[in-house]
Structures are given as structure tokens and as C-alpha cells.
């Protein structure tokens, strides 16, 4: 009876007119709001803000200790120890999945379809380590803290394409793949400079294994398997052997991206963009900005490490970009993204120097003492910081005009990249 009653007033509730429009009205914003690239910037944003208050609270002890706490299995396979492993390793594996996936169908069929516009991005993420690591070793060549110099070298490509999404319009699609191309080849040669420089045991049977099973990926492309069951067992299983090889793990989502087919990317982009962006990136951002700020933060900031690291993040890798690919585009190696301009490059960037992830990751290989651990991180942030202001002031005040990107003739996955 109270069921039917229940039924009988939410019907007629419903079926008022007035009521049916303050519904729209109170509904439709949240889901503009929700659809809008820019809300998983602010997300990520608050999830920082939260993060950082959460860590230096009364509770910022056992805040720290949910993302690092060790998970016992009982089993004898190597699996992620931590929560925070499983989610630097894991699911952002799934991001790069995703931001692989936008990569490769731009390769084909969209912005870098041509070799002077493909060939960009690698050139500007070269210059974008090089004059960073040059500017930190500056400061530190005659200290014990030089090796500290493959810190500033790399761009963290969901905060970066998290802060460009605040910025809308103003910063045009075809920007917004450049800089996502120019993290994911920053973060392939981050990998490459952990390898060498700061002493990774690379496992080869793990690597020999990988080979196998990423082999078998391609050959089920070639066969034109249908994507299913088969191609997830077999990603996992890559994913496996890339973790246990010493190599950063989640760089196996960008290998696995470039095995599927790219009329089978739209589909797989739409159903999965909602997890990145609204689970994936915020967890993300909760679990790496859990960090201790010293109550001495000033003078820290004073030192040669932390000088060494904001000068190559901030001022660094803006000036590397622009002068390496000013100078690929004056001798016709590369030519600039669809309705851009030269100067939108430096704009570029300043997002580019937010280095966070594997910044951070480098930090903990380079640094044995916790002090300059902590030193190291909040130079970083501070980096984060610096370089979103310095992006906001070119983007909303000194590049006034919008431009609107140019559409062409695509799937129907949005080109508006992960943020969108």
C-alpha cells in the first residue's frame, strides 16, 4: 500500500510541469559541468588541495600510511606492494592506454598523420630534457646532489593535460595532442634515463617474455582477431612481464594502445574515458600528493637541489621546447601544429614543466637521504605551481585571442584528447 501511494506521488510529482523544469534546470548544469574537459582539471586540482591539507593535519600520518601500506599476498608472483603502487603502476597503465590510443589515431588518421608534424614532438621532449638537465647540473655539478639531474627532465601527462583542459578554447586541440605526444615520448626517455643512469636492474627474461606476448598482441592485429577476452589476457599478461622487468610498468598501456586496430579505438576510448577521468587521474592525484611539507619550507627552498630542480622545471623546459622546435621548423624538419602559432609553443611549455610523477619517482632513485627526498618533492610541487601561474598568464592574459580548432573529417570519438 505505502509503495503504491509512494508510485502514485512521485508520478504526479514528476508530471508537474513546474517541477519537470526546476529538475532540468538543477540537472542539465551538473551535466555540462561533468562533460566539460576543464572539470577534470579542477578535479585533479582539489584532489591536490585535499591531498596536501589531509598530509600535514592530526591524521597526516595515517593519510600517508592507506597509500603506502604493504599488502601481504601469499602468493609467489611480484605484484605491486602498496596502494600506491598498484595505482602509479596500474591503472595509469589504463591511462596510458587511453592517451596511447588518442596518440595512435592521430598518427593515422588526424593532427600528426604527417612526418613534419609527428616528427615535432619528439624533437621539442629532447629539448625539453636536455636544457633542464643542463640547468640543474649548473647548480649542482660540484655537489653531492649532481646525480640528482635527471629530476627535472620529465613532464607528467596528466596534470599537464589536466591544467591545459582549464584553459578551453584558448589552447587548441591540435596543441593539446602536441603536448600529450611531447609527455608520452618525455616519459619514454624518463624510462631510458632511469635505466641507464640510476642503476634499474633490468630483468631480461621478464623483457624476452614481454616481447613474446607483445608479439602475440600484434599477431592477433594482423589476423584481425576481434578485440575481446583474449587481447585482455594477453595485455595483463604484458603488463606482468613489464612490471617485473625494472621497467617502469605503465608505459605498457601506450605498447598495447598501438596493437588495436584504429577502427576499434573509438569504441574502446568511449568506454573507458569516464574511469580515467573521473577515477583514475583524482585517485591518482590523492596518492602522489601525500606528501609531509617541512615546517622549514623556506630555507629549503634555498638550497642548491631545489634551486637546481624549479629553474630546469619552470625555466627549462618552456626554453628547451621553443628553441628546439623553432629550430626544426626553420630548417623544414617539422612544421607547427593545425592553427597555431610559434610563439603558443612557449605556452606549451610552461605546462610541460610540471614534472610531478616521474619526477617524483627519479627523486626516490637519486636521493638516499629522506631530507632531500622531501627537499626534491616540494620543489617539485612548487614546480606544479610555478608553471600552471606561468601557463594561466600566457593563455588567458598575453595570447588574448581563442582560437578555434579545425575540424575535420574523423571518427566519432571527440578529438578533444583524455581531458574531453
Same mark, same amino acid.
Given at each position: ?61 595515517? @593519510? ?8 601481504? @599476498? ?139 606476448? @607483445? ?27 613489464? +612490471? ?20 576499434s579505438l573509438p569504441k574502446l576510448e568511449n568506454a573507458i574515458h569516464k ?8 585517485? +591518482? ?66 605546462l610541460a614543466g610540471i614534472g610531478f610523477t616521474m619526477s617524483i619517482f ?25 608553471s600552471m601561474i606561468l601557463s594561466l598568464v600566457y593563455f588567458l592574459i ?23
Amino acid at each position: 500500500m505505502l509503495q503504491q501511494l509512494l508510485q502514485h506521488v512521485s508520478y504526479l510529482f514528476i508530471k508537474n510541469k513546474s517541477v519537470r523544469k526546476l529538475l532540468k534546470s538543477t540537472i542539465n548544469p551538473i551535466k555540462l559541468i561533468l562533460n566539460d574537459s576543464r572539470f577534470t582539471g579542477i578535479l585533479l586540482l582539489a584532489c591536490t588541495a585535499i591531498s596536501l591539507i589531509m598530509s600535514n593535519s592530526v591524521y597526516g600520518e595515517w @593519510y600517508r600510511g592507506i597509500w603506502i601500506h604493504d599488502l601481504h @599476498y601469499g602468493m609467489p608472483i611480484q605484484l605491486p606492494h602498496s596502494g600506491l603502487k598498484w595505482i602509479n603502476d596500474f591503472l595509469m597503465a589504463i591511462f596510458f592506454l587511453f592517451a596511447g590510443m588518442e596518440i595512435k589515431r592521430e598518427l593515422l588518421i588526424g593532427e600528426l598523420s604527417s612526418f613534419k608534424k609527428a616528427i615535432l614532438p619528439f624533437g621539442a621532449a629532447l629539448g625539453g630534457m636536455i636544457v633542464p638537465g643542463l640547468i640543474y647540473s649548473s647548480f649542482n655539478i660540484s655537489t653531492n646532489f649532481a646525480h640528482g639531474w635527471g629530476i627535472p627532465t620529465a613532464t607528467d601527462i596528466a596534470f599537464s593535460i589536466g591544467i591545459a583542459s582549464l584553459f578551453g578554447k584558448r589552447v587548441p586541440a591540435s596543441l593539446k595532442i602536441f603536448l600529450m605526444a611531447l609527455a608520452i615520448i618525455d616519459d619514454l626517455g624518463a624510462i631510458v634515463v632511469i635505466a641507464l643512469f640510476y642503476g634499474n636492474q633490468i630483468k631480461w627474461l621478464f623483457i624476452l617474455a614481454g616481447g613474446f606476448i @607483445y608479439g602475440l598482441l600484434w599477431l592477433g592485429n594482423y589476423l584481425k582477431i576481434k578485440q575481446g577476452i583474449i587481447q585482455i589476457i594477453l595485455s595483463l599478461l604484458l603488463w606482468y612481464m613489464i +612490471f617485473n622487468s625494472g621497467i617502469e610498468a605503465s608505459i605498457s598501456g601506450v605498447m598495447i594502445a598501438f596493437t588495436i586496430p584504429v577502427n576499434s579505438l573509438p569504441k574502446l576510448e568511449n568506454a573507458i574515458h569516464k574511469f580515467v577521468n573521473f577515477f583514475i587521474l583524482p585517485l +591518482f592525484a590523492l596518492a602522489n600528493t601525500a606528501i609531509m611539507v617541512p615546517p622549514d619550507i623556506i630555507n629549503s627552498l634555498k638550497d642548491s637541489v631545489s634551486i637546481g630542480i624549479m629553474a630546469g622545471l619552470v625555466i627549462g623546459k618552456p626554453v628547451g621546447i621553443f628553441i628546439f622546435s623553432r629550430a626544426m621548423i626553420s630548417l623544414k624538419v617539422a612544421k607547427l601544429p593545425t592553427n597555431t602559432n610559434l610563439k603558443q609553443l612557449l605556452g606549451v611549455g610552461s605546462l610541460a614543466g610540471i614534472g610531478f610523477t616521474m619526477s617524483i619517482f627519479t627523486t626516490t632513485l637519486a636521493f638516499h637521504e629522506e631530507l632531500y627526498r622531501d627537499i626534491a618533492k616540494i620543489s617539485i610541487l612548487g614546480s606544479l605551481v610555478l608553471s600552471m601561474i606561468l601557463s594561466l598568464v600566457y593563455f588567458l592574459i598575453i595570447d588574448k585571442k581563442i582560437t578555434k580548432p579545425v575540424f575535420k573529417k574523423q571518427p566519432s570519438f571527440s578529438p578533444e584528447l583524455v581531458m574531453g
